[in-house]
């Protein structure tokens, strides 16, 4: 949990910088131009899902040397994505502000933002596939100090270059990007235990059909699931850039809200992957079920506490993030929203972790599928009548679906571990 806390704290602190120049445009274009990137990057979110189902099953399974192979496999693929994304910067940003409807000066601001960050890409792909094995092998400690040290170096660069010497918005960019670079260096020596043996380099075994057949399956499940979760996303932010640069902007500190909340669960989420996947490689349908629902009644405990934090400091939060009054006053008044958002969500996000563990990618990819179906039928129905706030009414509808059509299939898991 302090793990993933420290990566959504992040983008509170860029926010919270930006901030401090009482503008609504530069705020607006750091969140405009991460939510680009965490769009374009997360279609290879499935390198930390999969590569956590896949390995925990592996080491379930005692097969030692295809956990050191998936994560050679995991590498390759982030990589060559990340120099792909770097090679064709120009027609990505072309398109996405194709479709977001900013006004002429965010849109500029996120694109000096953007042509800084892109850099980073082979490095922030690559550690996904770094954070999925630590996870899966229970290294948990590892990926706390990773993300700490990527994320702290991220925030103190960030201070020295936006404010202290005065880049603003280009200097929060070279911040992220040397983070970054610095964070794939450490995660390579934290997964040294990998590298240890010969079997990171077996070929034979890295390039196996079979296997790449079966990680192939299982990624691009995971591949359409989050391009359509990360797309539901980007839709929601670019429908509030269209509703001005204030609600852009106090969209942008709510959404920190959101993350923190859906990052610190997550952690209760990501134990049930590699619990719930190491149960099934070991064929142990009474693990299972423990391990599913242990960890769904601690973060359920965990989405009310969060809850009442939003509800008490939520206003105070708000005040130290921006100082610009219409801001401030925006975003307070969508709090609400934000308190509803973990009890909502926990459902949701605790089913993918045990999906994701078992690697039943196929039903989280249909749930998915047909519960976007359903935010977007709110969002026809609820921004036009009540705007901003039937924007978030739509999104939280999403997430309830989430849950609702996953739980509908959990108990096909257990008959498959017995």
């Not at 919270?16 to 969140?31: D, F, M, S």
């Not at 939510?35 to 979110?45: E, K, M, N």
């Not at 603003?168 to 960019?173: F, Q």
């Amino acid at each position: 949990m302090l793990a993933n806390v420290t990566v959504p704290l992040l983008g509170a602190v860029d926010t919270a910088v930006i901030g401090q120049l009482g503008q609504a445009a530069p705020l607006g274009a750091v969140g405009l131009g991460a939510v680009i990137l965490a769009s374009i990057y997360w279609i290879f979110g499935f390198l930390r899902m999969g590569t956590t189902g896949l390995v925990a099953q592996a080491r379930g399974a005692g097969d030692v040397a295809e956990t050191g192979a998936l994560l050679m496999r995991g590498l390759m693929i982030g990589l060559a994505a990340g120099v792909v994304f770097v090679l064709a910067q120009a027609a990505l940003f072309w398109g996405a502000f194709r479709l977001a409807p900013a006004s002429a000066e965010v849109e500029a601001l996120a694109r000096q933002y953007l042509a800084i960050r892109i850099w980073g890409a082979p490095a922030a792909i690559s550690l996904y596939a770094l954070t999925g094995w630590l996870i899966a092998m229970e290294r948990t400690r590892g990926v706390l100090v990773l993300q700490l040290a990527t994320n702290g170096l991220n925030v103190v660069l960030t201070i020295i270059f936006a404010l202290g010497l005065g880049w603003g918005v280009p200097g929060v960019a070279l911040g992220t990007l040397i983070a970054e670079w610095c964070g794939l260096g450490l995660g390579l020596w934290l997964c040294r235990a990998a590298f240890a043996g010969n079997q990171w380099r077996d070929w034979g075994r890295v390039l196996d059909p079979a296997r790449l057949k079966r990680m192939a399956q299982v990624n691009g499940d995971i591949l359409v699931r989050s391009v359509v979760l990360q797309g539901s996303f980007t839709t929601f932010l670019f429908l509030g850039a269209g509703l001005g640069d204030v609600t852009l902007a106090a969209n942008q500190i709510l959404l920190q809200f959101l993350e923190v909340s859906a990052y610190a669960l997550d952690a209760f989420a990501f134990t049930a992957e590699a619990l719930v996947g190491q149960a099934l490689g070991n064929r142990d349908r009474d693990g299972l079920r423990q391990a599913a629902l242990l960890t769904s009644l601690w973060g359920l405990g965990t989405s009310v506490v969060m809850a009442a934090i939003v509800l008490l400091a939520g206003p105070s939060i708000v005040g130290v993030m921006t100082t610009a009054p219409d801001v401030q006053a925006a975003a307070q008044s969508y709090l609400p929203w934000m308190a509803a958002a973990p009890l909502i969500g926990i459902a949701a996000w605790m089913l993918d972790g045990i999906f994701i563990g078992a690697t039943e990618t196929r039903a989280l990819r249909n749930a998915m599928l047909l519960s976007v179906v359903i935010y977007a039928a709110a969002l026809m129905v609820l921004l036009p009548a009540f705007g901003n706030h039937g924007l978030w009414a739509a999104l939280m509808i999403l997430n309830l679906a989430r849950g609702i059509t996953l739980a509908r299939r959990y108990p096909a898991l257990e008959a498959r571990a017995a």
